[in-house]
């Protein structure tokens, strides 16, 4: 419905520029009309807010802003001009009526690049509420910054809004850490069916690797270009980087991931018994009620641990801690695993992996790991997996990297650019959902033995 408004907006310029172009009108007349039309377009896209795909969201709130200065600005000219009487120049109105086309179609790119995306339907039984947090690592100073500031990690939750109604029971806590250029909503169709099935789920903004999130100040931080450059250098190699160049590159990433989130599980471990809040928490006034009541539910007893692509990475090494129950890792190559390189093959930590490891890939990547296997070269994953006591892995035939987040319904645009197959996106992740579900539900909620095809 975006390009039916575009479409409207646009044969309503062009139709106002010709009617004027066949006349002589006087500016304080004109400028009357222009004011006329601008309310008419207005109005337009308030009848259009009944049809799906147009809403108030920030898909529009560009559009929004462009129509409000638009409408100050002719009333400016309309009061600059009220006693003009000369005629309006024919060549002021096509050069006006292009720049607003121009100006139109700008605004509304938003539209056409995001999707009007209210998530995935939920299949638990609890309606889910969210809140946020941010924890301050008083132990680090963050390494981006020169000011002296400590590293910190804003969180956010998803959890069930009616949790009372387990009285006496908490509920097994999940962390999810999310990819390169990612954030903490790049699962949220995820997050939201683990919450809907009694899980509080915390998903973790990573400063810096994050596309973008804010801090205690409320400062918008966005994601950092040398990070970006420097990942997609290693992930257009033709095989120009050297594989000892691209572990000492990696193994800076997988540090800081791996400090983020152990700072994050000591810090429930420390708040939840202590049934309170300690200096490292910073939250608005209006959250830290919710806060205390969300970390009032969690079983610190049962942490599961689930991340996409970089974050899946992260989430396996730091699985290997002894109160970790469960680990998830999305398409995620296990980087942190490696130890160095020798020989230009990687050496992977050959300790047994004890923790329960369930690890879900994409199509190529799946066929990318027989071919290492064939081929001798240590791939950490299939080092890991095989070494790991209770191991899992499985394929979704025709998906992609970004297939395993909600981007390609969010938007199919940047998804496309950064990787998705022809597999239908919906399904997808309405079926990683479901085995995500049934993986921590066997581990964390004892349901019963947990069993994976090669493939779906």
């Known amino acids: 419905m975006a390009l039916v408004l575009l479409l409207v907006l646009i044969i309503t310029e062009i139709g106002f520029a010709v009617f004027e ?80 086309c121009i100006f139109i179609i700008n605004s509304l790119l938003p539209a056409f690049i995001f999707k009007d995306y209210k998530g995935r339907p939920l299949t638990g039984s609890y309606e889910v509420a969210e809140s946020e947090a941010i924890l301050i690592d008083h132990s680090r100073v963050e390494s981006f910054e020169t000011d002296g500031s400590y590293r910190e990690i804003p969180v956010h939750f998803y959890y069930p809004e009616n949790a009372d109604e387990i009285e006496g029971h908490t509920l097994p806590l999940i962390i999810f850490s999310h990819g390169a250029f990612g954030y903490y909503q790049s699962n949220a169709s995820t997050c939201m069916e683990l919450a809907s099935h009694g899980y509080v789920v915390a998903s973790l903004d990573h400063p810096y690797h994050a596309f973008f999130t804010k801090d205690s100040a409320g400062k918008t931080v966005t994601v950092n270009p040398e990070f970006i450059q420097s990942a997609v250098n290693i992930q257009n190699d033709n095989g120009e980087i050297s594989e000892e160049d691209i572990f000492e590159i990696t193994s800076k990433w997988m540090e800081l991931r791996i400090a983020d989130l152990n700072f994050v599980i000591d810090t429930f471990e420390d708040a939840v018994p202590a049934d309170n809040l300690g200096d490292d928490w910073f939250m608005n006034g209006d959250s830290q009620d919710d806060i205390l009541s969300i970390i009032k539910m969690i079983n610190i007893k049962k942490i599961g641990l689930m991340g996409h692509s970089l974050g899946g990475a992260t989430c396996v090494t730091v699985g290997r801690r002894d109160d970790i129950s469960a680990v998830i890792d999305l398409d995620g190559t296990m980087l942190g695993e490696q130890t160095g390189v020798k020989d230009g093959n990687p050496i992977i930590n050959e300790e047994p992996y004890t923790t329960p490891l369930f690890s879900i890939d994409n199509e190529r990547h799946h066929q990318e790991c027989l071919e290492a296997e064939k081929a001798g070269y240590n791939y950490a994953n299939n080092v890991i997996l095989k070494n790991a006591t209770k191991g899992y892995n499985t394929y979704i035939k025709g998906s992609e990297h970004m297939n395993f987040t909600d981007l390609p319904l969010f938007s199919p645009f940047f998804a496309k650019l950064l990787g998705v197959g022809d597999v239908d996106a919906g399904e997808c992740i309405d079926r990683v959902n479901g085995l995500v579900l049934e993986f921590f539900d066997s581990f964390l909620k004892d349901a019963g033995e947990f069993s994976v095809q090669e493939s779906y």
């Open 21 to 100: 172009l066949t006349r002589s009108t006087a500016k304080k007349t004109w400028t009357k009309k222009r004011l006329g039309v601008i309310g008419a377009e207005v109005l337009i896209y308030l009848l259009m807010l009944v049809l799906p795909g147009i809403d108030f969201s920030f898909r529009f709130k560009g559009f929004v802003m462009l129509m409000v200065i638009r409408i100050i600005f002719a009333l400016i000219f309309l009061l600059i001009n009220m006693k003009n009487e000369k005629l309006k120049k024919k060549g002021s109105i096509i050069v006006g009526m292009i720049f607003t």
